[in-house]
């Protein structure tokens, strides 16, 4: 499994950013993927995940209601819509993925054995 993140950059508080996520390797319909983020001094933490199947979503309570994660089947593609930045938004953000037991949506950096290379987002004051 191959992961590649894009996107990330530099906004101002209460703008928007749009991280993508390509995916190849293998068929991801059993496979939960998930956007995870990491600021200086902190640990990893879930900010999203979708089971790519079925579509079911987990949303860490800091962003819900602006970020909105999604899928594109035709180009094995994640998508995490940020709207509403702040700047405690600011992190290196990663996607990962595995494979789901029983469609389970799993959201602890631990439960992933696949990750891709982290993009930065800053969100200035």
């Known amino acids: 499994v191959q992961l590649q993140a894009s996107g990330g950059g530099l906004v101002q508080a209460g703008g928007s950013l749009r991280l993508s996520c390509a995916a190849s390797?293998?068929?991801?319909?059993?496979?939960?993927m998930g956007w995870f983020r990491q600021a200086p001094g902190k640990e990893r933490e879930v900010v999203e995940a979708?089971?790519?199947?079925?579509?079911?979503?987990y949303y860490a309570d800091s962003v819900k209601g602006r970020f909105t994660i999604s899928r594109d089947n035709a180009k094995n593609t994640v998508y995490l819509q940020m709207n509403s930045l702040k700047p405690e938004d600011t992190a290196v953000y990663y996607c990962?993925?595995?494979?789901?037991?029983?469609?389970?949506?799993?959201?602890?950096?631990?439960?992933?054995?696949?990750w891709g290379q982290g993009t930065q987002v800053t969100v200035s004051s």
């Open positions: 990962a993925a595995r494979p789901s037991v029983s469609r389970t949506i799993y959201h602890r950096p631990d439960d992933y054995n696949n």
């Open positions: 979708i089971h790519w199947g079925t579509g079911n979503t």
């Open positions: 390797g293998r068929t991801f319909s059993n496979y939960v």
